[in-house]
């Protein structure tokens, strides 16, 4: 009753002010996420033309006929407000951020577009989104950021990008990475040049209708990063700074420890001597030997009683055995806390004419190794000028100049080298200290400095350690003195002429350049490792990357009653050139000096240019009927340098349609239904982009190549690199896009669900040849296979409450990838762990089929293949086995992609307070454990051992389903197979954020508009199904010796000047 | 509508610029096009040149523990390893990675098997491209040049084929002609691919031929001992006849290298110089690295020069059998070349952190410490002649000739020496003993144990210093075993329909 009244007595105060001729309404327009007023809202009077905009601090006056009723409140980036006016002059509103509003504008290929218009599959991630972040590298931002988007778990090496993959697997011998477009053109510099603080929003497209204006090179789904741009008429300053910790993210493996290690090998000795030697031992006699030869093997005894007396012929450690010194965690040294420090300042202003955008970074990552760090210094102006009402022109300047040193891992090409401090460290048995001990225990020192030697097998009085523990080297030490350096510059620069004419016409000539400098530097001293031997060893190369775009474009927009159409037609030209320069030079004159003029001798040295270059015509037509309707078409056509003459053009074309289902009439009624809409859409796109069996882009793969450099003495060699494949061309993917996206409930539970189907003719396959044939592999165009997927975001505001808000979000992606065609003179393609059939997966495991233990003697059992003779057969308790490895039968073992893929991100809010979390997990799929198979394997003495060797097969533990350890038979024992495999599924806690706007009462003393301070911790957590394993390391299910991710933890502070 | 007009002009001339067509053409620079290659002797020279060079180079084909896998010198040292006169004390290189214990033979995805079998097929590969090309008509160039390309190109043929037979074919067995068991596929031209497996009769029957080819080439000119001229087809024409238990051919042609008097054996200062130069004068054929080409680590002298600053080398030296030690005479230079009790002073090392172990081997040295592990590996040397003709001499009854034919070598060695006076089985053996002495770590071992259908013996009794955890305790295997048989690699069975598993090894 009391709300009836209220009501009324508003409605006849309303009604009596209508009479009054003209008044001022004023207010202060702030934003409901943070209160920080917002300048340069658009202010109108509803139904009149009065118009006024908020100043820097907000505020705004606007004079308005006694005739309008309410207000309109509209800013770029918020949801518009309508807001009716009372009798009150003063009017103070708050707008909410829109991230999710359908009025969203969002960056698509060659510009702009509203969201509701779009009718392919486009994911985008805001400042906002990205402000919750503190990665060095923005590829990891897109984890768990959209469904459709697999990112891997990024490598701990600061500022490492991780492997995209958008929407399955498009290609096989081709690369699947998304193509990056900075602002606008093809980026070609390093992805980690580019600071996080200046992107505006990243744009993910996904399916062809979205990408098919990148034409071959549209495949994989495109990256488009987009860059800020002054915004407000109120020049702001932006200060950001956080500081951060970083711990290893991944624990390590269980290994054994030195006192469990010695009966171990033990063990393994004996079991080598009882089954596998020739000739074979007695039990007891094997015993004895084996309690000799473990001494001999290990070479090190760590322990108080003499080496041969370590374990008794029981094979028990002596039970009067202690450790004479504990030396053995090689991690801790190399281990260290790493710090992040960023730091960013950026100015932006607006004026009528003029928008700028000017920024400085400063960022250092140190990683939680030794000698792996990240320094970046960072610039950018974009500056934006309207000379003329028809003509604008701007110019996007940035550049970055990075100075890092990185840890040599599986990543860099060391997987299992003695410099890879992982595999190093997890590798070597925990008998070997990191330090030089004597026999009897004492440390050995420095007679000149007094310091303990570090053991690395050169030292006095040192003794070399077994093959399996990095005899003569010390990682350690090593890293230590070894430099694995690179320094880059980058400079970006995109610019336009924006002309328009005769109204609806628009002609924007655009050149974009990326320029980058790749210095690396390596130093291998002349004390240990691998620069020993030649007194020094030198490394230094220098690469540069040049590549121009350049386009013009001609657009057409036009508007006529409830039509709207535009067309976009232009021509663009890709310039791309790369040139290396390297050297090396042995010898070392002088200690502490590594530039090339300390080193006498000159080793060798290379250099190389590569070219690649684009001729394209493109064109774009959309139309629209009343915001309803919505249709667009294009069309691409691209001449590739990569392709012979005849195969080198193509043709590339998208359409789709969307339907806005909630604007027909029969649900305008709905009121439950905030918006329904129905979108399809079917395009082809390319590929151009064959990579060679490592990894590297192939320019020229249509040839018969013979490689130089394999000179012989005073005379050129060559060696025959490729043959002749003329009719190569790209792969073509065809894809439809179906969705439906909806929000209900005055936008409570909102959400996207869509289908696709990518289909990739020609599909390239590295086709290996017999080993006996020229080359190893040719490529060619035989195959076919799809993507098929579903992918669904839903999202909830779950509490709404004026001081407390909690939504989520959840991603969930499923897709099944299937190989289609073959042809008939290859129909299988089997490489690595993997087979390429119809009917298969490209990551089907192709595996040795493991059948268990023989409990007789411990032989890892496999299932024999079809036409083992019967001289390999082993029939154990009636079923026919194989023991050696090479004739187990070869099947079909799961695959390494997941069942399910997601994320879901949860948001809470609490005034000025804000924290949310977001968890990536997968379901399903298999994972192959290599890792852990090296440390299941007893093939060289001195190697880390895994504590499930201690629960193996011995004669007392027969019944065990792990084969015997056995130093004489791993080879089969140990053979790769389907025994490795285990389930992937992971979850992590990806990123936790917590973030507080002080309030305003405390600023206005200090005059900060706005201040707002953080806590964020990136990789918190990673659940997987044995203890070390990352499941979400690589695509293929592989693992290596990498840096593991990084645990991170940082404080920061946002200030708004 | 004159504005439409200038800017679509504008346009028009914006576009036509990038339409040249030659804006598509690009070509790499790290690389030379075929039609190149085969322009001129010259160019082509550079296919042989690269067979060379990728003889002495480490590995491509597999990632795994590359740099003990050299190019032909680590297959050479593998397969001494697979016998018993050449080993070490701990279980690492050559020993424990595939090749002392017999394990790359038995399993077929191992990255020794792989490189064996690849090596050869890319030298065969790259040498049919010379046989296939050098006749066309575009190639310029002395017809001298082109025979002589031909030749080299037959003998490296022949020379990769005549050890992949042996790897993975059961032995050549002279009464049981022909030799039908499964050998390799004969990859013969550049248009070859996929090839089922030949017979082991087959293999040989071409690899005589190609021999036989180069011979009557009489490649006489070369540039420097790297390329294979007719005295290297006709010692390699002599060692496959050996190989066959062709006695008369290898008599014939080893007399035909010894008599041709281009490769006397080496004096005995030279002999103890390291084996590591080309200028030494039995060196037949080797490769000659230069400093740019040399690899510390990668390289044969890398993995067998006692002074080599390698942690393997400096950890791992190599020794000899001690019993095959013990029977060579006080007097014989050879003796030198082994130190049955190291010391500081009778055995000198580049540095303090290098082991000394009983009866390690001083035999091969690099040619300066510190340079890159540099030297000439031996490919050929004519001492084998002398050794090929006195056991052929000896195998077919002809002790006289043979008790020369030896004497001729070991009283170069030995200047003390008397001619053997004996006959029958005792002649053979002391051929033999002086086959391992004089050839030891050079790639023997292995081939003469299968050739002559002979058992392996590491037990104590015939190899007193023999330390068996090095090899995973595989201390004999009897005579035609199956694991002197490599298994096909698997990369090989997965990509070739006519090697079904069926005709995968036993």
Known sequence: MKKLLQSLFVLLFVAFNAMAQERTITGIVTSTEDN???????????????????????????????????????YIGFSSKTVSITSSSILNVGLAPDSKSLADVVVVAYGTQKKESITGSVSSISAKDLEKRTVTNITASLQGSAPGISVLASNGQPGNSSGIRIRGFGSYSSSNNPLIVLDGAVYDGNIGDINQNDVESISVLKDASSSALYGSRGANGVIIVTTKRGKSAEPAINVNFSQGWSTRGIPEYERLDAAQYYPAVWQAIKNNLMFSASPVLSDAAAATKASADVFTNLVYNPFNVPGGQVVGTDGKLNPNASLLYDDFNWYAPLERTGKRTDANVSTAGKSDKTDYFVSLGYLKDSGFILKSDFERFNARVNVNTKLRSWLKTGLNLSGAMSDANTASD??????????????????????????????????IANSLTGEQWYDYGIHPGAVNRPSGASPGRNVVYETMLNDNAYKRSQLSARSYIEVKFLKDFTFTPTISMDLRNNNVDQFQNPI????????????????????????????????????????????????????????????????GNTEFANFVTSSSSYGREDNDRIESYLSKVSYSYDDKYFIDGSLRRDGSSRFSAEQRWGTFFSAGATWAIKKENFLKEVSWLDDLRLKVSYGQVGNNALLDGNGNNRYYGDRAFFDLGSNSNTEGGVLLASIATPNLTWEKQNTLNTGVSFAFFGRRLYGELEYYNKQVDDLIFSVPQPLSAAVTSVYRNIGAMYNRGVELQLGGDIIREQNFTWGLITNWSIFKNKITKLPAETPTIISGTKKRE??????????????????????????????TLPANIRTVNGVQYVTNQSFAKFDYSGTAIPDLMGSFVNTFSYKNLSLSFMVNYQVGGKAYDSIYQGLMSTGSYGGALHQDILNSWTPANNTSNIPRADFGATANTNATSNRWLIDASYWSLRNVNLSYNLPKAWLNKIKVPSARVFATGENLYLHSKRKGLNPSESFDGLNSNVYPQSRNFSLGINLTL | MKKLLILTSLVVALIAPGCKKEYLETKPTDQIALEEVFTSTTNANAVISGIYAYMNTRTTTTTSNAQGKPGVGGILLGIDFMGEDLHQAAATWFTSTGEGNYVAPRTDTHASNLYYYRTFYRMINNANYVLDNIDLPGVTGLDSEKSRLKAEALTIRAYAYSYLVQFYGTRYNAAAKPNAQLGVPLVLTSADIIKPRATVEEVYTQIVADLDKAIALNSTTKTNKTHADVWVARGLRARVALTMQDYPNAIKFAKDVIDGGKYPLMSQTDYVTGFNNNALSEFMWCAM?????GDTFGSFYGQIAYNANTTYMRGTPKMINSNLYNQIPVNDVRRKLWEPAPTAANFPLPTAAFTRRAYMSRKFSVKTVGDPSLGDTPWMRSAEMYLILAEAYARSGQDALAQTALFDLVKVRDLTAVKTVKTGTALIDEIMINRRVELWGEGFRYLDLKRLNLPLDRTAANVPNYVGTSVANLLTIPAGDVKFLFLIPRDELNANPLIPQSAQNP
């Not at chain 1, 340069?40 to 309008?68: E, M």
């Not at chain 1, 190369?541 to 057409?556: C, D, E, G, P």
């Not at chain 1, 268990?852 to 293949?865: H, Q």
Request: proline share 5%; net charge positive.
């Open chain 1, 36 to 74: 920080i007023p917002l300048p340069g809202v658009s202010v109108k009077a509803v139904g009149s033309q009065a118009v006024a905009i908020t100043g820097g601090d907000g505020k705004y006056s606007l004079r308005i006929s006694s005739s309008v009723t309410a207000i309109q409140f509209s």
């Open chain 1, 410 to 443: 599986a990543s860099t090409g060391n997987g299992s080298s003695f410099v890879n401090p992982f595999s190093f460290a997890r590798g070597i048995g925990p008998i070997y200290p990191v330090h030089a001990f004597n026999a009897a225990g004492e440390p």
């Open chain 1, 528 to 591: 240990v490792g691998d620069g020993a031997g030649s007194n020094g060893y030198k490394f230094q190369s220098n690469a540069v990357t040049k590549s121009y775009t350049f386009n013009q474009i001609l657009s057409y927009n036009k508007t006529i009653g409830k039509h709207a159409i535009s067309v976009l037609a232009g021509h663009e030209n890709y310039y791309f050139k790369y040139r290396i320069f390297q050297a090396d030079r042995t010898n070392m004159v002088a200690r």
């Open chain 1, 838 to 867: 119809v009917g298969h997966g490209i990551y089907d495991y192709w595996l040795r089929q493991y059948a268990g233990v023989d409990p007789n003697d411990g032989a890892a059992l496999y299932i024999p293949a079809d036409g």
């Open chain 2, 289 to 293: 690295p230069t400093t740019e080409q």
